[in-house]
């Protein structure tokens, strides 16, 4: 049999160590766990009980995937009993990495909450194979709860998006996370909405220490983030998302094509229609991440509207510039001249980014 080559990887989860490692027949890995702590606090009296009495029964919890696999830890949390109580009650050891209540670690749940971010349930229900509810109970634990600052690295550079609960129905909680000095980031809350008194209220719960170290805040293009940035951080840097900034031009030529192919498919005769057929998913791609199929679908669809292709490679010029700019200065005279050549091209489907721009150009 051959051997595997071996490596270390980090669990995320402080005090246990690892006592055996299963790979079930669905490639799914099962790494059973003890904590390493020698004490609990007792559930009555509050003091902490050092003497041991058995184990309770086995929990088996959703972590992080480890390279591209699912992984579960099982654990059997250890029991202590109280020597200063009547009846000598026994208490549950409670670890910091889990909730007695959830089927999944905390670090789990944070990954789950960041795939949120930009996406919806159904996308994070399908990529995760987890459910609507049990995404619902995540967002419930982790709304409204404290931040524990002085265990925190630092950080300078804060983020605030929103998830939305049920698509189309406007109902969105907002996310604020930090990029610490190290490169990780940390969900530091989920607020019940995205109302500007919210957000302002929690940015201004912030220790003033570390309210004063952060320099950058990176945000969804909602007035209600950026005028309670404005108020709580003076000082910060506004930056916007460049996936929602993207999000809008795209967005403008996507609806640029559904306007064109509803007119083609009035205008051409029925043996054509083929040409219009399952181009969505091509046209969405970079030009450069096109087969040569792909390719040919769009060639003929562009083939009928001249002006389709007009758009289409003014939105991946647009894209360019932002991949490839190499400072701030290069980056604003490359999208003047972007400018420019959509003013001479006749299209008016750039005009509310345009709009954009102008507002939030700073």
Not at 212 to 220: A, K, L, N, P, R
Request: hydrophobic share 40%; with cysteine; net charge neutral.
């Amino acid at each position: 049999m051959p051997k595997h080559p071996l490596i270390s990887i980090p669990l995320d989860v402080p005090d246990v160590r690892v006592l055996q490692t299963e790979l079930t027949k669905d490639g799914e890995l099962i790494l059973t766990v003890e904590s390493t702590l020698t004490s609990t606090n007792c559930r009555r009296c509050g003091r902490v009980i050092t003497e041991r009495h058995g184990v309770d029964e086995p929990r088996l919890l959703r972590h992080l995937p480890i390279l591209g696999r699912v992984v579960y830890l099982r654990i059997r949390p250890k029991r202590f009993r109280c020597p200063w109580c009547d009846d000598h009650p026994t208490s549950t050891q409670q670890l910091d990495w889990y909730d007695p209540n959830a089927l999944h670690t905390k670090a789990y749940e944070r990954h789950l909450i960041v795939q949120l971010v930009n996406s919806t349930f159904t996308d994070v229900e399908a990529k995760e194979d987890v459910t609507y509810d049990a995404l619902l109970g995540i967002l419930d634990r982790w709304i409204a709860t404290s931040v524990e600052w002085e265990r925190l690295e630092p950080f300078a550079t804060l983020g605030i998006d929103e998830i939305a609960l049920l698509k189309g129905h406007g109902d969105f909680v907002a996310v604020i996370s930090a990029l610490s000095e190290s490169g990780e980031l940390h969900v530091l809350a989920v607020l019940s909405d995205r109302l500007k008194a919210t957000v302002l209220a929690w940015l201004q719960s912030i220790p003033a220490a570390r309210r004063s170290g952060i320099t950058t805040v990176c945000t969804d293009i909602w007035e209600g983030y950026i005028t309670a940035v404005q108020e709580a951080l003076p000082d910060a840097t506004i930056v916007l998302d460049r996936f929602h900034v993207a999000r809008q031009y795209r967005n403008a030529v996507d609806d640029l094509r559904k306007q064109e192919v509803r007119r083609l498919q009035k205008e051409l005769p029925k043996a054509a229609h083929s040409d219009l057929k399952h181009t969505l998913w091509p046209f969405r791609k970079r030009e450069a991440d096109l087969d040569a199929e792909e390719q040919a679908r769009l060639d003929a669809l562009f083939a009928h509207s001249p002006m389709l292709q007009r758009a289409y490679t003014l939105r991946e010029q647009l894209t360019t510039i932002f991949d490839t700019a190499r400072s701030k200065k290069d980056g604003l005279r490359r999208i003047g001249y972007w400018r420019a050549r959509v003013a001479k091209s006749g299209l008016t489907c750039f005009d509310g980014f345009l709009k954009l721009l102008d507002t939030w150009w700073t």
